[in-house]
């Protein structure tokens, strides 16, 4: 196996077919599909590729289903849930194309577990092995892979993206990649809200294809919330399915009918735990849990364990604080909008997989997390590489692209003045208006109005002079990001007057009757609706 390598400085211009920008099993299954396809590839991560992003600190649970006459009953059973958004169509070729993927590993030797009677159990994927293993299968593709090289803008001739460019970290020197394509896998926006995996993923790719004129779509589904004990970062739901909840003086929390309140990830709990955590401090104890299952979630995934281990807290038989972890759009929906079969983007040359697409056609307006977006991750990773390596073959001289093109970051990188802005002003501002429970899960015109109009007047100032030197552009440019993916997030809020799937409105506290509508937007400067032609675009159901 070939080893990663590290671009030289001084020798910092390179050419590919294809260039994907990310690490995570979107860009994994992108870059092997174009290499499949025939293409050169490169692979640039912000982190190091196998130990990046959401899904390799995580256990994923994939949505399989194995073909068969009730593969459409189960599409319209999950159609159900997704509040009426997304698309069976989408829906079902992801499924089909996933499967496929599952399959693939299998081939490949990723290690499956086996139940007793030896059959292979492919539902579910452990995140640190598979995303070892997914390495070691990009670098068996002859993909070259650049470890921790944030991309920071991308390229463009005017018509088509040409490459992109970004930091060779820790120098801080540049690199600079010139592509046919490039796919961008560089996972959500998580708001800065430092939950396992997501420390690093701050919207840098939404911000650079809105740069380029793509449209992002979805972006008011970011009312995701997910329980995590007190001060820890570990944002796993699954144990909570065997929680109860208590006052801090040991009584029971009572729901809305006066119920012990139980499950804190199924049975619309979210709603209810979220008015307590409003109203105050909430703790739980896991005491649903069975000692056998116990023993399975220790062995199933040790690091949730972690933070209960550390505080000499025993879960099971204690009661410990919990608060709801915003989580952006890591496990929420919005994203750039998806315009090709092959998950090309509304511009030319710039293809879209994973946590960076809106999942909204596969996951409508409800969380994607627990299925259906590792699935996404394999399908759209196939088809993005796949479609990418097709434009590079279509594409114009390699002569045309270098002497055409230019970059296109602006916000955090190119100020328009010398009016300094701090930068971590800009990230506490972000934070302050998309992280807490009682802004961001249930919303109102009032709120959201005065949110976004503190986020535009900063957008302004970031615009004019958010700047920094050496490797201090990522942190700048991240800020930049998030705070562009804030500013969508709370147009889209406003312009969806409904409440629906993760978007809850109080002054609008019910779904609108008549057709499902979508709300795809473009910026970043101005934001506002995506050509006429697709922005009321009606859901095909
Ligand atoms: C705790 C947790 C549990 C989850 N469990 C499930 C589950 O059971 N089932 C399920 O379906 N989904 C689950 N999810 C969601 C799932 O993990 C994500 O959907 C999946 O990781 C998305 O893959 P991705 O490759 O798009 O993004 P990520 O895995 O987040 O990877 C993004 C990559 O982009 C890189 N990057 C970011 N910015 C840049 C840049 N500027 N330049 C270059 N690279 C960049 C990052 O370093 C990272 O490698 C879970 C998420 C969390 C947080």
Known sequence: MTDAIRIAPGKSLRDTDVLVLGGGPAATWAAVSAAEAGASVILSDKGWLGTSGATAPSNTGTWCVPPGDDRSQVVDRRWARTAGVADRRWMARTVDQSYRGLLRLADWGYPFPRDENGNVYIANLRGPDYMRFMRARVLAAKVTVLDHHPALELWSDGT????????????????????????????????????????????????????????????????????????????????FRWASFYHADGRPLLNSKGEHMTNGIGGGSEGELARALIAGPVYARLDQCEPALQDWLRRGQPNVMQPYDRQGIDP??????????????????????????????????????????????????????????????????????????????????????????????????????????????????????????????????VTLKARLSRLDALWEKVQSGLAADGPARLRAREAAAALSAARFSLTAARTRTESRGMHRRSDFPAEAPGPVRRYPLTGPDEIGPAPEAVAQHEVAS
């Open 316 to 445: 099971f038989r204690d009661i410990f604080r919990v608060e709801l972890k915003p989580e952006g759009t890591v496990r929420g929906i919005g994203g750039l909008r998806v315009a090709t079969d092959d998950c090309g983007t509304d511009v030319p040359g710039l293809y879209v997989a994973g946590d960076a697409a809106s999942r909204e056609d596969v996951a409508g307006g409800l969380s994607g997390g627990g299925a259906i977006n590792s699935s996404w991750a394999i399908a759209s990773g196939y088809w993005a590489g796949r479609g990418a390596a097709a434009h590079a073959r279509r594409g114009p001289a390699r002569s045309r692209f270098r002497s055409q093109s230019a970059p296109l970051g602006q916000a955090g990188l190119r100020p328009r003045s010398d009016a300094a802005v701090d930068v971590t002003s800009v990230i506490a501002a972000v934070r302050e208006e998309m992280a807490p429970l009682h802004k961001n899960f249930v919303r109102s015109e």
């Open 160 to 239: 088509s993206v040409t490459g992109a460019s970004g930091l060779i970290r820790p120098e801080g020197q540049d690199w600079t990649i010139r592509a046919r394509a490039v796919v961008l896998a560089t996972g959500g926006c998580a708001f800065f809200e430092r939950t396992s995996g997501a420390a690093g993923l701050t919207g840098d790719g939404l911000l650079m294809a809105a740069e380029a004129g793509a449209a992002l779509s979805g972006m008011e589904f970011t009312g995701k919330y997910t329980l995590a004990p007190y001060g820890s970062s570990v944002n796993k739901g699954l144990p």
